[in-house]
Structure formats: C-alpha cells, structure tokens
C-alpha cells in the first residue's frame, strides 16, 4: 500500500510563495495536487505521470504553481499566490497503468495523504 504525507503548508500573504512536498511511500504511475477550501468540491490541482513529461493543470493556477517529483518526493511550487488559493492542499495518487493527468477526477485517485493548509491573506 502507497503512503503519503504532505509538508510545507502555511500562511502567506498575497503575492508570496510556498513550496509543498509530499514524500511517497511507493511505486505510482499518477501523482497529484488537489485542494478543498470549506464549504467546496474538491478540485485537482496538478497532475503528473511519473514516468515521461506528461502534467495538467487548473486553469486556475497555471503559469503560478509547478508539479514536480525527485525519487519518492513530490513537489508543488506556488507563486502569486491569491486569497482564493487559501485550502487543504492534499497529495494523491493511482496505481493505475492507464491514469490520465487529463481529468483531474479525484475518483481516479484512490490513495490520499492526510493535507497541508495553505492561507493566502490580503
């Protein structure tokens, strides 16, 4: 069984960065960034497959964050961040060969660490 543990959650204000890691505890053939801020639907982030160059991502925070993994880490670098980035920032992924870094559904995704918190204040 995959596990995995996210880091690097805080609180900044508009315009900062963070840096979120999320140390994978196994062999996986989709990683990814979603988040939930309260009283919303869980929404994918970034997705990479981890074997190529594939990655998506939100409309959202594109040209802002970037996916990337080094061995068992995975990392999502955010910058310009908004109050409306502010959530629980949660890892996941799919043991699945077949896994598209397209649909960002987190029903694809069946493995989840626990979160990271993330404010963005004005």
């Known amino acids: 069984q995959v596990r995995l543990q996210e880091s690097g959650g805080g609180s900044v204000q508009t315009g900062g960065s963070l840096k979120l890691s999320c140390q994978v505890d196994?062999?996986?053939?989709?990683l990814a960034w979603f988040r939930q801020a309260p009283g919303k639907e869980r929404e994918g982030v970034a997705v990479?497959?981890?074997?190529?160059?594939s990655r998506n991502y939100a409309d959202s925070v594109k040209d802002r964050f970037t996916i990337s993994q080094d061995k068992y880490m995975l990392y999502l670098e955010m910058s310009s961040l908004k109050p409306e980035d502010s959530a629980m920032y949660y890892c996941?992924?799919?043991?699945?060969?077949?896994?598209?870094?397209?649909?960002?559904?987190?029903?694809?995704?069946?493995?989840w660490g626990p979160g990271t918190q993330v404010t963005v204040s004005s």
């Open positions: 990479l497959r981890t074997s190529g160059n």
């Open positions: 996941a992924a799919s043991r699945d060969w077949q896994c598209s870094v397209y649909t960002m559904a987190h029903t694809d995704f069946p493995i």
């Open positions: 196994g062999y996986t053939f989709c």
